[in-house]
């Protein structure tokens, strides 16, 4: 297995090839995985920035640190870039969503509050939302063992999910009206892949009519009909094995 992950403030500068993992970060470390010294760890700024470590001492229940640390290395953004527009799902199924999209390699979740949404985001309920899918989308980072984590926007409008789409190099909206399935789509070597998860109402008339407006194509991903909480995860595998990231 890899080495954990845990996520530093800065890898700037590091004095002496050191770094104390404190706070959140180091109870995790100390308390939760139980590192010990001699063992291998990751620090990484979530933003493609890493440096390999080992762990010189345990100290208390929150603070640990690292030795070693003297090659920062920065993993190139990955291509195409794949980002997923997700309507909003009842109760947790969002993070689940996140969670999931985020250990297969997703780039972006944009959340969408589309018309046949049943929740809302609206006021202080819909920024505590929010920060729980960046939150999960952090951890989730951590534990697929990722230095790059998703980006997750803002609740977005239907018409900013049609500017998203009308500059993607390849759009798509997951609709039973597709007569082509995902996996026989073209898709492009470069640039971003923009794919739209409906809710669990599916996406209205109206909305697919200006997504298509904007350039997208409805499209079908199989003969089962997904939960929108794992609609998107599912399609993400496919586009990541088609244009060779996996692989």
Same mark, same amino acid.
């Given at each position: 297995?890899?080495?954990?992950?845990?996520?530093?403030?800065?890898?700037?500068?590091?004095?002496?090839?050191?770094?104390?993992?404190?706070?959140?970060?180091?109870?995790?470390? *100390?308390?939760?995985?139980?590192? @010990? /010294?001699?063992?291998? &760890? $990751?620090?990484?700024?979530?933003? #493609?920035?890493?440096? =390999?470590?080992?762990?010189?001492?345990?100290?208390?229940?929150?603070?640990?640190?690292?030795?070693?640390?003297?090659?920062? *290395?920065?993993?190139?953004?990955? @291509? /195409?870039?794949?980002? &997923? $527009?997700?309507?909003?799902?009842? #109760?947790?199924?969002? =993070?689940?969503?996140?969670?999931?999209?985020?250990?297969?390699?997703?780039?972006?979740?944009?959340?969408?509050?589309?018309?046949?949404?049943?929740?809302?985001?609206?006021?202080?309920?819909?920024?505590?939302?929010?920060?729980?899918?960046?939150?999960?989308?952090?951890?989730?980072?951590?534990?697929?063992?990722?230095?790059?984590?998703?980006?997750?926007?803002?609740?977005?409008?239907?018409?900013?999910?049609?500017?998203?789409?009308?500059?993607?190099?390849?759009?798509?909206?997951?609709?039973?009206?597709?007569?082509?399935?995902?996996?026989?789509?073209?898709?492009?070597?470069?640039?971003?892949?923009?794919?739209?998860?409906?809710?669990?109402?599916?996406?209205?008339?109206?909305?697919?009519?200006?997504?298509?407006?904007?350039?997208?194509?409805?499209?079908?991903?199989?003969?089962?009909?997904?939960?929108?909480?794992?609609?998107?995860?599912?399609?993400?595998?496919?586009?990541?094995?088609?244009?060779?990231?996996?692989?």
């Amino acid at each position: 297995m890899t080495a954990p992950v845990f996520v530093a403030d800065s890898l700037d500068g590091l004095s002496g090839g050191e770094y104390v993992l404190d706070g959140p970060e180091g109870r995790h470390a *100390v308390s939760v995985k139980r590192l @010990r /010294p001699g063992e291998d &760890v $990751v620090l990484t700024d979530g933003r #493609g920035h890493w440096a =390999e470590g080992v762990v010189k001492a345990a100290e208390g229940k929150d603070r640990l640190v690292v030795t070693g640390l003297h090659a920062v *290395v920065e993993e190139p953004a990955p @291509r /195409p870039r794949i980002t &997923v $527009v997700q309507a909003l799902p009842k #109760g947790d199924r969002g =993070e689940l969503a996140v969670e999931t999209m985020t250990e297969v390699g997703v780039d972006a979740i944009v959340p969408w509050a589309a018309s046949r949404c049943v929740t809302q985001w609206k006021g202080d309920r819909g920024l505590k939302a929010l920060a729980k899918w960046r939150a999960t989308a952090r951890e989730a980072g951590k534990q697929s063992r990722r230095v790059r984590f998703p980006e997750v926007a803002d609740a977005a409008t239907t018409k900013r999910v049609a500017s998203l789409l009308a500059d993607a190099d390849f759009a798509a909206v997951l609709h039973e009206s597709g007569e082509i399935p995902l996996a026989g789509a073209g898709l492009p070597a470069e640039g971003d892949i923009v794919l739209v998860v409906g809710p669990e109402g599916g996406v209205s008339p109206e909305e697919l009519a200006l997504f298509q407006e904007a350039g997208a194509r409805p499209y079908v991903l199989g003969p089962t009909v997904l939960r929108t909480s794992t609609a998107g995860t599912a399609a993400a595998a496919l586009l990541l094995g088609r244009t060779g990231r996996w692989g």
